[in-house]
């Protein structure tokens, strides 16, 4: 974590470190400044960064399997680069009460770097899915912190619409430069609007499944939710669990820092980024009377479909005192950010509640 900067170490096995949401203020998100998620351990090829006889296998439910090295993804393929949101599952999940096991995440585990590679629709068109696909199942080569080398540390998979969309790519680079150790070299999926999970890290192959992907960390209550609303701390049994899927619309403020002393009367900047896991963000309000009245923030574009929104506002304190900068995102759909947490689910998942920041106006 020496090449890491600011970010808050949750777990050192597997490594887990977020990052506090004044460092995430960049419209691109940095290397040193990308939140840490790891399930097991970094292989020792991304250690060494040796990328010598890598293959991507496609196999399962298509008609023309395919071994391709990262040449062949090179050459073989349209590249892109694309601005995508990568947000933890649990993203939040310090928040909930009762609370549940796993990392704490408060609101740092998130980012939008550039990733540079092929569309993942592109390479699976060429390995002709048949009509009786259902699901992917990814799969990499992270070692299982038992280091048994038979164990899946984690084998996630999306619907097979969601990886024929247009948006999924299969990455070799990061902000220009390989995908760092921590963050899944030499290859990795990103997934946008999904949670991070399903974006394998050090990817080894996609397998078509004619049924929703079982593989590790895709069954009992790992990234799954309640089929219907339940009560703080319900046992919920495993087959009223469904896969979490898309994910909520959600925003920061990444400047000021919270707690930061401000001029009163006079006007402020407050910005942040705002997300949603359907795509574009509608619109963007502040609130710094505890949500009793709304400021609409000019809301930018995005330089591409699942990249951050910025948003930016000027607000005015009126006199001395303590006061928070409440911030509330509104999806394409109509649904804004809640106060709170959202439904309560045994694992902690989905907390799209409102950030907020001190200001101490003086």
Known sequence: MVDKDGLVVLSDRPLNAETPAYLLDADVTPYEHMFVRMNGLVPQSALDADATGWTLTIDGEVDKPLELSIDDLKSRFENVTRALVVECGGNGRAYFNPGSSGNQWT???????????????????????????VYTGHYGNDVHLSGDTEKDVISRGVPIEKAMAEDGVIAWAMNGQEIPALHGFPLRLVIPGYPASVSQKYLTRITIRDREHDGAKMTGDSYRLPAYPVAPGTEVPEEDMVVMTEMPVKSLVTFPRTGTEVASGSPTEVRGHAWAGDGDVAAMHVSVDFGQTWQEAQLDPPPNRFAWQRWRANITLPQAGYYEVWARATDQKGISQPVTTPGWNPRGYGNNMQHRIALIAT
């Open 107 to 133: 609101m740092g585990a998130v980012g939008c770097p550039e990733w540079t590679g092929v569309r993942l629709r592109d390479v699976l068109a060429e390995a002709g899915v048949r009509n009786s696909a």
